[in-house]
């Protein structure tokens, strides 16, 4: 027995020596995704006390740029934006710009703002493009118009949609690059439309139509049903309550500069309820409707139509075995769907260099071509109007239209709920739908609540 | 050893009364030089530890406490006094009143779950004579599979349709629905624990005589009757300090929610510790994080308390030779 | 009671512990389920991870692409690093210390000993968020040091030390005393080799609970080369798809488990021998 345990210490000491050395080897690499490729770079990971003091390198200054950056689709995103890095070091062999997936945009911005709290300020992220207050409040992210000293930069800022810049500025300064952004679409089920006796070709555009269709889509054999229709509600829910509340005449959650919300508005309640009474009818799952199975359910014929970002449709398209439909968003007075979606941040307290790096990094990422591309791959909608006059997107475009939905519901955009003090205020109104949706409560009370959690929150702010 | 033994206690008759009292003053001084040396050593000993249980253990309650009396959070650039504000602020919370709320249930419900199994499973495995190590692999094993892989694996069989649970029923959706999320999450608690306690209750068998089992069973006592009236009751010390054990697990374990409810719905799933990293680390209200922690603390303690009282009892019946 | 009816009650006591039996097993196959699920669903082609029933040829498909999405050689030797690291440093600390409780009687000892165990409730995963705001005064926010230095003392070790020395006779100790021993030679020779047991399963319970250990480097953690096992896991868990892609989870899932599972397996014997016996109860 004694030897065994020896042998056992002894083992644990080699390991713990192969654990020193393999913390030598600087790995610079997502979790997910592909891998990629930091040869080259020297190893930060051992010396350096903090990650993003000067490097002590003296030829060449070669710089390694950290950037985090959430996932909240499937279909892989986070291997594409491993492989652009890995292309941009090509092209540039001083920059490294290695890639942090760090799970949600919510869970994104927890990272971020702690990292920056910590003082492991990052180069730059991809964040939600309503943290922006949240941000601002920190006093975390750099001006953007600083960097762009040449007419050519001006030009390539102000190239992007209005409907995009709406959440990146605060008055008259640029803070967020418009990058994997979206507006809500509903997909649908062609093979289950002609099944249920509806045409293919046209989807619900109103409100009634749109239970109407999802009473008829709805079926069960045996124990399995086939839903009518799934709007997540977990997640993104306020983002979901918001294409219902937008629909009724452009009514939005919150005040233009983040102070104040609408949440006990009797726009919101109509808007909850009708998306209740979905599930009220059976024609779509009762209880919390998950973000990440509704797109599985919709490819595995489990749901006929579903509510998602457009920045699934790649995935989608690519998963799918029967023909099926992307159309913009049914309507109550209006049409409209809030944007969303992620921008990029430069962050402030990291030196002008690093800055600047990483400033070419984003105008390298926003180029027409890449921005197509990008779109072509998710499904994001292209952020530039240029980008949609490229080949490449215009060949796609040909042979499947569906990818312009989006782009077309821009013109019926709106801001997606941005507040000071985000993460809270936006739980507020995500409890109350899940408070509605599991039947803990009714649609006034909870909402009721939800204002007055939001209320005593933001009132510090005016 | 004891201060008083080495001194001479007993008047020895016929000799010089105060020469005695000497003798007993140098005697003393000597024990207390001797007990000065020991706990300089003893001290030395301990100072490693102790250090970083100060740093990281004491001095971060003290912080704690002192941080729940300023308003810090996002809307403040210094943190301002308010005195006891943050805690009169948490008894308006509803999210903190439910974390509280089902902090107890997951307790109540998990504590003596996870204990009936783990003894029922130690006995069974003490009865068997074969594939005595299948048996304890398959009941010991969810100790050594990390919190996060055991979430995982878990959204495998509650994740409706495409989930193990789906293949019974596939509109079940435990984790969707408020009421029965939690339930769901509690299940899995209580496999993550049952075997590590049932590692305890292993120990404390070993610990009872055959003798006492074949003379109950020469009484005719049925198997039954053999756990009611023998092993059950030598089996309380292990019990009591289990207890304890399971008692602070449900207050500690929450690795699970960030991948299976992130607290949700609503907070039907959520609990303190998840709250304190959700305040702290979501919403950076330090100051109100800091009276949660404030709170899950004093809990603690008082569970601590009860095992004091406890330990005092036992000190008393089993150190008396 | 006539020998008919005491017959008939032994046999049905007999079908009762039967049964009884049988239950066991039944809950011994429900609680072994989730291994054999994850086990099962990492080995089947990713095609066929959702059908229950589907059988196939078992494939390390799975685990080359998980090995090639995610850098898990780094996560390994990041958790094997904070594990054992925390470990050998906790084995000196609690040595020392569960021999001064267990040995001396020195002034302050009660005080000593109740702060002691308030650490075994109290424990430093509870106290995130000043822990953190500490690390971060200190610097060593995202660093492997950072994330061990609150688990250096254990009070659980120390228990176990101490409880373990008081059932050694003290006429070991008073031997190599009067052989000239001094106390860091009596505490090495005299202790250690029978201490290897309670060290052997507090070295169990110990790497466990850091292979286990998740908030506390998520929070402090900021680089993917910091990340732990377990943090890696669920990033990587949270990137895939629901359904489609479980096969690779699971191949993940079951290469985090695998090396503890392992452990056990190996050690089982004495790690059971020495928890039975090191004054864990």
């Known amino acids: 027995m004694k030897k065994r345990i020896f042998a056992l210490l002894l083992s644990v000491l080699c390991l713990l020596t192969m654990a020193g050395c393999g913390d030598a080897k600087n790995v610079s690499q997502a979790s997910g995704g592909a891998s990629t490729n930091s040869t080259g770079t020297p190893s930060s990971v051992v010396q350096s006390a903090e990650n993003n003091t000067v490097n002590t390198e003296s030829e060449a200054e070669p710089l390694e740029l950290t950037m985090y950056f959430p996932v909240s689709v499937g279909g892989g995103p986070d291997a594409l934006i491993d492989a652009l890095c890995t292309q941009y070091h090509e092209e540039n062999p001083n920059v490294t710009v290695t890639p942090i997936y760090a799970g949600s945009y919510a869970d994104t911005r927890t990272k971020v703002q702690a990292a920056i709290k910590g003082g492991n300020i990052p180069d730059m992220a991809i964040m939600f493009s309503i943290d922006l207050y949240s941000l601002l409040a920190m006093d975390a992210i750099a001006d953007i118009n600083s960097f762009c000293t040449t007419p050519e930069d001006q030009e390539w800022l102000n190239g992007f949609y209005e409907g995009f810049m709406m959440n990146s500025r605060d008055g008259d300064i640029t803070y967020g690059i418009p990058w994997q952004r979206s507006t809500i679409v509903l997909y649908y089920n062609k093979e289950a439309f002609a099944e249920a006796g509806l045409d293919p070709e046209k989807a619900p555009s109103t409100w009634e139509e749109l239970s109407d269709y999802a009473k008829k889509l709805t079926k069960t054999e045996g124990d399995a049903t086939r839903y009518g229709i799934e709007i997540p509600s977990d997640g993104y829910a306020y983002w979901m309550l918001q294409t219902f509340c937008v629909q009724q005449n452009g009514f939005n959650l919150m005040n233009s500069t983040g102070t104040e919300t609408y949440y006990n508005d009797e726009r919101t309640a109509k808007g909850l309820s009708f998306w209740k009474s979905l599930a009220e009818d059976g024609s779509m799952p009762s209880g919390i409707v998950s973000w990440a199975t509704t797109p599985s359910d919709f490819i595995e014929g489990k749901t006929a139509m579903m509510y998602h970002t457009t920045g699934n449709l790649t995935n989608v398209k690519n998963s799918v075995d029967f023909d099926f439909g992307v159309a913009i968003l049914p309507s109550c007075d209006s049409f409209g769907s809030p944007t969303g979606g992620g921008n990029f941040y430069i962050f402030k307290g990291i030196s002008e260099e690093r800055q600047k790096a990483a400033f070419e990094f984003i105008k390298w990422m926003t180029d027409d071509e890449r921005v197509a591309q990008w779109s072509i791959d998710t499904g994001y909608v292209a952020t530039r109007p240029t980008a949609y006059e490229t080949e490449r997107m215009k060949a796609y475009a040909e042979d499947f239209p569906y990818c312009l939905v989006a782009r077309d519901q821009l013109e019926y955009g709106y801001a997606e709920l941005s507040t000071y003090n985000q993460a809270e205020v936006q739980k507020a109104i995500d409890d109350a739908i899940s408070y509605v949706m599991t039947d803990q409560m009714e649609v006034g009370p909870a909402l009721e609540e939800a204002q007055q959690t939001a209320e005593s929150i933001l009132k510090e702010y005016r | ?321 | 009671m006539n020998s008919f009816t005491q017959k008939h009650t032994l046999q049905w006591k007999k079908v009762g512990t039967a049964l009884l039996k049988g239950l066991m097993f039944l809950m011994l196959f429900i609680n072994a389920i989730p291994l054999l699920w994850v086990i099962r669903t990492a080995f089947i082609s990713q095609d066929k991870a959702l059908d229950l029933f589907a059988v196939g040829l078992p494939t390390l498909d799975n685990f080359k692409r998980v090995l090639a999405a995610a850098p898990f050689g780094k996560y390994y030797g990041n958790t094997l690093f904070i594990t054992i690291g925390i470990l050998l440093v906790q084995l000196v600390f609690i040595t020392l210390a569960g021999y001064a409780f267990a040995r001396i009687d020195f002034y302050g000892s009660r005080l000593l000993f109740i702060l002691f165990l308030s650490q075994l409730m109290i424990a430093p995963e509870v106290l995130i968020l000043p822990n953190y705001s500490l690390m971060v005064k200190l610097g060593l926010n995202d660093h492997l040091l950072g994330i061990m230095l609150p688990f250096f003392a254990s009070a659980m070790g120390t228990l176990i030390v101490r409880q373990t020395i008081k059932t050694i006779p003290t006429e070991l100790e008073e031997a190599a005393r009067v052989d000239g021993a001094n106390l860091p030679q009596i505490l090495g020779k005299v202790y250690v080799p029978l201490l290897l047991p309670a060290y052997l399963s507090f070295g169990m319970i110990s790497a466990a609970f850091q292979w286990n250990n998740f908030l506390w480097p998520l929070v402090m953690t900021d680089s993917v080369s910091k990340r732990p096992l377990s943090l890696g896991l669920a990033m990587f868990a949270m990137s895939y798809e629901t359904g489609a892609q479980w096969s690779d989870v699971s191949a993940a899932t079951f290469l985090v488990c695998v090396p503890l599972l392992a452990l056990f397996i190996i050690f089982q014997r004495q790690f059971m021998d020495s928890f039975m016996h090191s004054g864990i109860k």
């Open chain 2, 1 to 321: 050893m004891d201060i008083a033994m080495k001194i001479p206690q007993k008047r020895v008759q016929g000799q010089d009364w105060t020469l005695q009292r000497e003798e007993y003053r140098v005697g003393l001084k000597k024990a207390i030089r001797g007990k000065w040396k020991k706990t300089l050593i003893a001290w030395l000993l301990l100072s490693p530890s102790l250090i970083f249980l100060t740093v990281f253990t004491i001095y971060p309650i003290a912080q704690s406490f002192i941080n729940s009396l300023y308003k810090d959070n996002l809307s403040t650039l210094k943190p301002v006094f308010q005195g006891f504000t943050n805690y009169a602020n948490l008894l308006k919370d509803k999210a903190f009143l439910e974390c509280f709320w089902n902090n107890l249930l997951v307790a109540v419900v998990t504590v003596p779950c996870s204990i009936g199994l783990a003894v029922a499973f130690a006995v069974f495995e003490k009865g068997i004579k074969r594939g005595k190590f299948l048996v304890r692999l398959g009941f010991i094993y969810p100790t050594f599979i990390p919190m996060v892989a055991a979430a995982n694996i878990w959204m495998f069989i509650y994740t409706p349709i495409y989930g193990l649970l789906g293949y019974i029923n596939p509109n079940w959706r435990f984790l969707a629905d408020g009421k029965t999320a939690i339930w769901a999450v509690m299940a899995m608690l209580i496999w993550k624990q049952a075997g590590y306690i049932m590692l305890f209750y292993m120990s404390g068998l070993t610990g009872i005589s055959k003798e006492m089992y074949e003379a109950a069973k020469i009484d005719g006592a049925g198997s039954f009757q053999l756990f009611r009236l023998i092993t059950w009751p030598l089996l309380a010390p292990t019990t009591t300090y289990v207890f304890i054990i399971a008692l602070t697990n449900a207050y500690k374990m929450v690795d699970h929610l960030y991948i299976m409810t992130k607290g949700g719905p609503g907070n039907a799933t959520n609990v303190l510790l998840f709250y304190i990293y959700q305040t702290g680390f979501d919403y950076w209200d330090t100051g109100k994080a800091s009276a949660i922690t404030v709170v899950l603390v004093g809990l603690l303690l008082i569970i601590t308390c009860i095992k004091f009282f406890h330990d005092d009892r036992k000190a008393y019946y089993n150190e008396t030779p």
